[in-house]
């Protein structure tokens, strides 16, 4: 590439980038003001149901992502090489979105208690917990949808209209919160209906993108076409299991924390989750900020530009890492205030103490993440499923409750930085394998 031709890249790298960030960091900060408010009105047993909640959020993100992440790529590959199919992989992404919305308002209907339960909820935390978690069930589609439709405009040259509708989304849940919460005491249903109601929001702005005359995105009558059904599932995969893995490590923490010491560990531990679930997010939107770039460059078969991409992305990322860490390193006081409003000692000790051995992982899923969506933005989603597997399932299933027998509660704050460190090195292994093929100009992965 030309220094020209770079600086252009870079410049419309960054521009991505920026609104990408904004719309996962403003998605993140529906669960983040809901813990917020909580705490100042129900305390620390609060921020427990949140956490507790949480994984519920990963399921219903992680399956918009797939569809999002997955036909938006997909989407993208057909627009330069055959343009009526990639509408038609639109509309049936768009058909299954209705589908898995639905059988989320199903089971908050009729599965909210056993869901409430399984997440880990107890006598002491189960009434604040089912509150929460059948009112958001109901409004499953409106998760689904706002995720499906970002995918989608941000791989139809619309990342303005992204970033705005989740600007605005997440302003409007945090004035929610303090209205249904604060205002008119509405507990845990109010804050339910806050999170909830902010994705409604955002996705009447991403609606806003379809009246544009640049718009490709058009629901056509056609039967499915079930390959690319398949590939789209197969793209969006990694994404998925990404997000899905987030929650079942919370999942996981949680469960080995309550076992350890209780409902204030997994109070201290839901503080902690809080930063690394907008570190995550900020880590998200760099990989997705990049993901149209080097799609539409794999389809033009630009090794030069797909590899420069990535090394942006890398960069940034673990600058945010690094940003992020030492921000929690020297304001890890601050941080435990606004969530422990009645500074309860317990989980103020607690969290001072393990939140910085855990968040020192962030070095490492910094590059995670930009890696694991890189792969399956070059259409070898199979090198980022196993990663994933490995990264987000198989070791936290085996080193968390391991390093909470041998080394106590300090070892299950510090196990996700040695989860990540590892497979840090087995990213790298495959990328420096990968890149190799890539320089021969084979894309047959």
Known sequence: MSENSNTSLNHQLSQYVFRSILSTVGASIYVLADSFFVAQKMGVLGVAVMNLS???????????????????????????QDRKRSTKTYTQTVIMGLIIGLVFTLLGISWASQISHLLGADQTT????????????????????????????????GTKTAMFAMTISSLANIFLDWLFILRLDMGMVGAGLATSFSPIISILIILTHFRKKENHLKLVSHPFILSDLRQTFSIGLPSFLTEMSTGFGIFIYN???????????VAAYGIAANVLLVALALFTGVAQGIQPIVSQEYAHR????????????????????????????????LI????????????????????????????????NVVFNIFFSAIS?????IAMVILRGYIFPLILVPLSAKIYGINGVWLSLA???GITLIAELITWGFTQRKLKENDFSF
């Not at 969530?339 to 899923?365: C, D, E, P, R």
């Open 302 to 333: 630009n090794f030069k530009t797909i590899k420069h991409g990535l090394h942006f992305g890398l960069i940034i990322a673990e600058l945010l890492g690094i940003v992020c860490l030492a921000f929690v390193c020297f304001n890890s006081h």
């Open 380 to 384: 070898n989603s199979y090198i980022s």
């Open 336 to 367: 435990i205030d606004f969530f422990n409003a009645a500074s309860n000692l317990k989980v103020i000790n607690l969290a001072n103490s393990g939140m910085k051995l855990l968040l020192i992982s962030l070095l490492f899923s910094s590059l």
């Open 255 to 265: 469960w080995v924390f309550l076992k350890v010491s209780g409902n204030n560990a």
């Open 418 to 420: 040695i989860i990540e």
């Open 54 to 80: 949480m994984p519920l959020f990963n399921v219903m993100d992680g399956l918009g992502f797939l569809l999002g992440m997955g036909g938006g790529t997909l989407f993208t590959i057909y627009q330069i």
């Open 126 to 157: 189960f009434k604040m917990t089912f509150q929460y978690v059948q009112t958001v069930l109901l409004f499953g589609p409106g998760f689904i949808f706002n995720n499906l439709l970002l995918g989608f405009i941000r791989n139809d040259h």
